[in-house]
């Protein structure tokens, strides 16, 4: 009878506590920031994976990823939450940190989940962009052009995604 | 990434083109807030020797 | 003749004898003045006082969802290091002072003022330290002692909520000036009721590729940290402004709600003093109209 009660007493505290526990027994853990300028995604969130879109190149981000900054380009970043399900936003440029203690910021100028885009203005859009390229004159404009067909290549990928 | 560095640009000025272009796809619901984000108004007057140069430029 | 006079030989009398009731009698009317005027100040201040409730409201919402940049940039700040080396750099130093161009919001900008001026006047005179004005409020408080500091001026800022877009020009402005070490001056935002005038530091290039921790960070090429430490200036610069339009709304607000409970107690008194006075003016007219008659007699 009195280990009965014992036992019980130790699971209703660990219970209690479950998730604490679990979060510390996790050796590895990632501390999970991602902001746009005018909203949060995440903030300083347990995630299990999150794979970004650089100018180095994409790379998938794990809890004691090596330390590293890199900056975004427009693409999908899909976050790996606790639970496994994947979420996809997209972002339209940022950086990206990852610091010694496994902690990783996202910031981002503009960003939206790729629900919210519309995909036919996308590509209305990019149609428009590579006209503008087309017919800019002068380094600036042009590359000016050159940027918005970028952009608007990986909207219509990640809308038709 | 060089070509835009190339003619000149910033990576902000890169970073703001791209999200102006995110703004213009977006769902129309989500347009006004959006349309909010693409104002600016600031302008710029730089000062030469404790008097200002030229009138405000941006 | 006699008789016509001496009634008014009586006022002029008692005119000069009580020069101040002679002063009351004309002030009736100035009282009446004054009351309007301020009674019309009450109204101005209370309406203020909505509109920058309203303002604050939102800045503060904004300001809720712009947190993690300004705190992603200084956790970076820290866990690399890069503060560090600013210690030793005393040339060509740069500081941001993030105001705006309307008043009437209490201790914001000369909070920031104050600590620029102290800051500057520590230093050397040909040390050189560039001021970067955004806000017309902080030139004009700099520009009588340390004209010649100002770098830029930034204006038309303040009637319209800061937008990423305004920090990235600011930031495009920043990259024209050549510093080595850098600070940007602002009020953070504590609650409505408290801000803080707080530093926050800017980082060059050069600094970054210093900092002793960075070596641990994955080999970065670098354009990517050019880029990098492009945005990320444009984020603390995002950052602080807002921080520093919502101190400004809430501060505001404040400094309207006291100008009304102000011009409220002085409404009061000048009733006071405006009922006192009238009841005077008919006593003294009864005195001389019975006096007078009296003195008929």
Avoid at chain 3, 171 to 195: C, E, H, M, P, T
């Amino acid at each position: 009878m009195a280990l009965f009660l014992r036992s019980t007493k130790l699971a209703a505290r660990l219970t209690k506590g479950t998730t604490k526990c679990f979060s510390r027994n996790y050796a590895d853990q990632m501390n999970f920031t991602f902001a746009a300028a005018n909203q949060i995604f995440y903030n300083e969130k347990n995630v299990k994976q999150v794979d970004v879109p650089s100018f180095s190149g994409s790379f998938g981000i794990l809890p004691n990823h090596v330390p590293t900054l890199a900056v975004l380009r427009p693409g999908v970043v899909t976050v790996y939450e606790d639970d496994g399900s994947p979420k996809k936003i997209f972002v339209s440029s940022g950086t990206i940190t990852v610091n010694e203690d496994s902690s990783v910021q996202v910031l981002a100028e503009e960003a939206h989940p790729i629900e919210d885009i519309d995909g036919s203005a996308a590509r209305q859009v990019l149609q428009e962009a590579q006209s503008q390229l087309a017919t800019a004159s002068g380094d600036v404009a042009k590359a000016e052009a050159a940027i918005a067909v970028e952009v608007a290549e990986a909207l219509v990928l990640a809308a038709g995604n | 990434m060089s070509y835009w560095r190339a003619a000149g640009l910033n990576y902000v000025n890169y970073s703001n083109i791209a999200a102006k272009i995110v703004r213009r796809v977006l769902k129309p619901e989500l347009q006004s807030n959006a349309s909010k984000r693409d104002e600016t108004h600031v302008k710029f007057t730089p000062w030469i020797k404790g008097k200002p140069a030229k009138p405000g430029q941006q | 003749m006699m008789m016509f006079t001496k009634p008014t030989m009586v006022v002029c009398l008692k005119g000069a004898f009580t020069g101040q009731q002679n002063r009351s009698m004309a002030t009736l009317k100035q009282i009446q003045m004054r009351l309007k005027s301020v009674t019309n100040i009450q109204k101005i201040t209370q309406s203020m006082k909505m509109v920058s409730a309203a303002k604050y409201a939102r800045a503060e919402r904004e300001l809720r969802q712009a947190r993690p940049y300004g705190e992603g940039v200084k956790a970076f700040f820290e866990k690399s290091g890069a503060t560090e080396t600013l210690e030793g750099a005393v040339e060509n130093k740069l500081i941001v002072a993030i105001t705006s161009d309307r008043g009437l919001c209490g201790a914001v900008h000369t909070n920031v003022a104050k600590t620029i001026r102290n800051e500057l006047s520590l230093e050397a005179p040909d040390a050189g330290t560039k001021v970067f004005c955004v806000g017309d409020k902080s030139r004009a408080l700099l520009q009588r002692l340390y004209s010649d500091n100002i770098a830029v001026v930034a204006n038309e800022v303040g009637r319209k909520p800061p937008t990423f877009l305004d920090a990235s020009k600011v930031a495009n402005q920043l990259v024209q000036l050549d510093y080595n070490s850098g600070k940007i001056i602002y009020n953070r935002f504590k609650s409505v009721v408290s801000y803080q005038t707080e530093e926050v530091p800017l980082l060059s290039v050069k600094t970054m590729l210093a900092a002793p921790k960075l070596q641990t960070y994955d080999s970065i090429d670098e354009s990517v940290m050019e880029s990098y430490q492009e945005f990320t200036v444009a984020a603390l610069l995002y950052y602080t402004m807002k921080q520093s339009a919502c101190s400004e709304q809430s501060s505001r607000m404040t400094a309207m709600d006291n100008a009304s409970k102000n011009a409220g107690e002085m409404i009061g008194k000048l009733t006071l003093t405006f009922n006192r006075t009238r009841q005077a003016v008919i006593t003294r007219e009864l005195i001389e109209i019975i006096s007078g008659a009296a003195a008929l007699e």
